[in-house]
């Protein structure tokens, strides 16, 4: 994971997925990465814990960039760069 701060960082898109359990936050992520180009970049926000891991994993097996995660007050929020 890279670790930039989120003020610094410039989305492109956002995806709401809170409330959505596995898979579902994941699922969206992919549809919503397969319709932006190279290089953008999608925040994506959730609330369900196994989100952390599926979202390390994916950016690793899909070769996207993990910019930045947190989590505050049960809403986790990610960072993606499409690969």
Known sequence: MTDVPPGNIECDAELDAVGLDCPMPLLK???????????????????????????????????????????????YRYWLRKA
Request: charged share 30%; aromatic share 4%.
């Open 29 to 75: 992520a992919k549809l919503e990465l397969n319709r932006l180009a190279s290089g953008a970049v999608l925040k994506v926000m959730a609330s369900d814990p196994g989100s952390q891991r599926d979202f390390r994993s994916f950016a690793k097996l899909a070769g996207h960039a993990l910019l930045h995660e947190e989590v505050e007050d049960g809403i």
